[in-house]
């Protein structure tokens, strides 16, 4: 169990807490408040601003992540609350999934993109080019990039993701694999994956994923 504690989310960290069955099945979000002797003291999850009243013994499964890492684990709630706050006791768990990169989930979306090349070869004053894309998918992982520039494996990109209109995400990618090269007709699509991101604009994705997907199972197309 100690080595598991270590791999626990810390108090103040953002965690998606995910109901497996029944009336509330959903992912929604959460905070972890802090540890006690009998679990982990998270934030009731919320839905149209009211707690949700989840029942001792719910089965749930919490997810969250580092800089470099996503995990998960799967619990049960042991105690729920009220006052002074809406909170639910989960019991500590026995195991820890770390969750691979590839598994992040992911969002089939089009989302506008900005894009420069680093490092592009070009004059000592000239400015870095400035390019249109746009991206056909999304993980906290990284995206599915859609642009009429051919672009090499390998290839480091700055860039400039429009999750919400006039609210654009800056991240720092990487091309990990060609999909599909330019045509006279055709855009590239390229396989992108984030380096250097940090746990705050992850978990800025995965929430708005997570929205999007709330979304869309409300219209029956998910």
Not at 20 to 44: D, F, K, N, R, W
Request: glycine share 10%; charged share 30%; aromatic share 6%.
């Amino acid at each position: 169990m100690a080595g598991t504690r270590r791999k626990l989310p810390r108090p103040g960290q953002n965690v998606s807490i995910r109901v497996l069955a029944g009336a509330h099945e959903g992912t929604y979000a959460s905070l972890v408040e802090g540890y006690q002797p009998q679990g982990i003291l998270v934030g009731a999850p919320f839905k149209g601003g009211v707690p949700l009243p989840l029942d001792k013994g719910t089965a749930v499964r919490v997810y969250y992540h580092d800089e470099r890492t996503m995990y998960s684990f799967r619990t049960r709630v042991v105690d729920r609350a009220w006052r002074p706050r809406p909170t639910l006791l989960l019991a500590e768990p026995e195991e820890i999934e770390r969750i691979q990169r590839r598994r992040f989930v992911r969002l089939q979306i089009n989302l506008p993109v900005r894009y420069c090349l680093l490092n592009e070869q070009r004059g000592h004053d000239a400015e870095p080019e400035v390019r249109e894309a746009a991206c056909e998918d999304i993980s906290a992982g990284g995206l599915l990039l859609v642009c009429p520039q051919g672009l090499t494996k390998g290839a480091e990109l700055d860039l400039e993701v429009e999750l919400e209109p006039d609210a654009p995400l800056w991240l720092v990618g990487r091309v990990v694999r060609v999909v599909e090269h330019p045509g006279p007709e055709r855009p590239g699509r390229y396989g992108v994956e984030f380096i250097g991101v940090t746990a705050a604009d992850r978990d800025l994705i995965t929430r708005f994923i997570f929205r999007k997907q709330r979304e869309l199972r409300r219209l029956g197309l998910l």
